[in-house]
């Protein structure tokens, strides 16, 4: 961006070089006063375009003073012209060429080295390009801003949605500790161990923007064989993962509140259920499904929080991968199962 602007501001200033020189080229021999006086005329032009570009436009046009601002650019290119002519007359310009380009036609004492009517064009032209990139410049300066407070606004409700998953999470994962402690304490002991490993990653490892997959998923088989040791054998949980480590980035916490809810709403203490887990990478794609039992009348719900996890989810999916996801929620009642289907582009 800053190599565009100099090389605006650098042609501006060419063409208004190459525009006062013109004179410049009637002769090999031209008297000190003519050289002067375009030296003059160019420092004028350069002048009028960056008095606009700095002070008027700025203090005048975005500040409601249009009427203003249109008043003072008429009387600079009506006295530009006017204060050009005056110096040629105190210079005797006529006479010097006169002296000096005796090959030309004859020139009158009205005559001007650059011409009264170019003069106000070229100021014309000096002001209209300092509007042009005044006006470009401030368009995107106002695009960079309102980028920046909305990736400020994103970030802060990220921040807010990961705060309420995080609550949630453990208080799912205490209560199923809870429930060991009353019926296997070498099994609760075990699922605290566990619990601390997952701890430290929720809380440490999440603040980032990025985590990996691996690091996702080695979660999810942590939470799965924690959840695990409190259900009774007619449950069946099954969870494929491609094999290796996978570097992929991805969004903390984005996989769990799935699984959590096949946990929470798909499995019963008396009726055969399953929970089928599937993670696959292909080409940069993330394919991750949850199924788990459809009973005909839910769960009812245990705790105010209940849902907080996919709706959260949702969102983030919105803020942080739009148009680069796809996410599938379905009831199949005749097969009584309930299917998640998510894919996110991770390029």
Known sequence: MRSLIFSVHFAVLLGLLVFTCIPLTITSSLPIQIWTKQLALYASLVGIFYLHLRVLIPKLLYNNSGG???????????????????????????????????????????????????IMIMTMIVIGIAIIISVSQKVQADLLKEKSLENDRIAGELAVLR?????????????????LTEIDADRAREAIYTLSHMMRYVLYDTRQQSTTLEKELHLIDSYRQLMQLRLPEHVQVVFNRPEGPIDAPLAPMLLLPFVENAFKHGIST??????????KLC???????????????PAKETDEGSGIGLANTRRRLDLI???????????????????????????
């Not at 705060?163 to 429930?179: A, M």
Request: hydrophobic letters at 40%; proline letters at 8%; aromatic letters at 12%.
């Open 68 to 118: 203003t601002f249109a008043l003072l650019v008429f009387l600079i290119c009506i006295a530009a012209p006017l204060l050009n002519h005056q110096a040629d007359k105190l210079m005797d310009l006529p006479g010097l060429l006169r002296r000096f380009a005796p090959r030309h036609p004859p020139i009158d004492d009205r005559y001007t080295p650059v011409g009264d009517l170019s």
């Open 163 to 179: 705060s309420q998953i995080n609550p949630h999470f453990f208080f799912n994962v205490l209560h199923t500790i809870y429930g």
């Open 321 to 347: 991968y739009p148009g680069k996801y796809k996410l599938t929620v379905k009831e199949d009642h005749e097969l009584q199962e309930f299917r998640i289907e998510l894919q996110i582009s991770l390029t």
């Open 283 to 297: 080409q940069g794609k993330l394919h991750f499904v949850v199924r788990n039992t459809l009973f005909a009348e």
């Open 270 to 279: 008396v009726q055969p259920s399953h929970i089928y887990i599937s993670a």
